[in-house]
């Protein structure tokens, strides 16, 4: 091939590339985007808004928090909400490293068990066939439709009779079947090619090594999203219904203990709201990242 047919070449291609780009542009005037986001800014700030007002409120003194109108920002800002609260929670015979130990152990625990084992029931469901399997899926289906509220007694009742109550496992146990999290992952396995898994059983590949190195990392999105509201549920359970011994109870029962404590109180109530709220927010902050990336760089299909 001659150089000024390669040149020629090149020639087209650029002009085809510049003509597929103007083609794709999105046909929107400068005020058009301008709008576009500032109208995703007041978005963003409505649903950040929360956020800030809780965090302003604990670090304003009291002569502050009592001020009518309030102010959204803190004017004179003071950490002393938050060395009060950790004084009273001195004072208490259980200790804040006690309390905070047993919600990471519950939360921890909880969660582990919950994404193993509706991970492993969702991919026999969504990739295999067997006498009651669509019955099965119906039920946990179904079972979603119940809140808490609904199954608190019966709940209470099978956990009293297995002498779990007054016990981590009341709250643990009861975690791992969570339909929502099987649900979930069953629908993202269910769009996983088949052909991949067998071409890897063809390959000598066990069933525990499918699972656990083709399955589990090409449906990151939903065991990260699982982890996400796992997390959110269990550290905010306050398990004051099955747990009845001070030093196995939760940090979210003793922070809203001290909620309760009266106008005395408002400020380190401030700072327990920060506090609880905090985990779950970072935890989400960093899934989200991880969760839009794998979505982004995954789309396997048949």
């Known amino acids: 091939m001659s150089r000024k047919k390669k040149e020629k070449e090149v020639v087209v291609e650029k002009a085809y590339h510049k003509k597929l780009i103007k083609r794709r542009k999105p046909n929107r005037s400068i005020i058009g985007d301008v709008a576009l986001y500032v109208f995703l800014a007041l978005v963003a700030f409505i649903m950040f808004f929360p956020i800030i007002f809780a965090v302003s ?17 803190a004017q004179n800002p003071t950490l002393d909400n938050f060395s009060d609260l950790f004084i009273t929670m001195g004072k208490s015979w259980v200790t804040f490293s006690r309390y905070l130990f047993n919600t990471v152990f519950i939360t921890a625990v909880g969660t582990a068990g919950h994404l193993i084992i509706a991970s492993m029931a969702a991919f026999v469901l969504a990739k295999y066939e067997f006498p009651g399997g669509q019955a099965f899926f119906k039920l946990v289906t179904i079972a979603m439709m119940f809140t808490g509220y609904v199954t608190a007694i019966p709940n209470y009742l099978i956990i009293n009779k297995l002498g779990w109550v007054d016990t981590y496992w009341a709250i643990i146990i009861p975690a ?127």
């Open 57 to 73: 409120n604990a670090l304003k003194p009291l002569d502050e928090l009592f001020r009518f109108p309030p102010k959204i920002l």
């Open 176 to 302: 791992f079947a969570s339909p929502m999290g099987l649900f979930l992952m069953k629908q993202f396995m269910e769009g996983l090619p088949m052909s991949l898994i067998e071409a890897a059983k063809i390959d000598g590949a066990s069933e525990w090594r499918v699972f656990r190195g083709i399955v589990m990392p090409n449906v990151k999105p939903a065991w990260m999203t699982l982890i996400i509201f796992s997390v959110q549920g269990l550290w905010n359970n306050k398990a004051s219904t099955f747990i009845y011994s001070e030093a196995k109870k939760t940090l979210v029962f003793a922070m809203q203990q001290i909620q309760g404590g009266g106008i005395a109180r408002t400020g380190q109530g401030a700072a327990v709201l920060v506090v609880l709220m905090a985990v779950p927010i970072a935890i989400f902050i960093f899934s989200e990242s991880q969760i839009l990336e794998t979505m982004a760089s995954s789309g396997l299909k048949d």
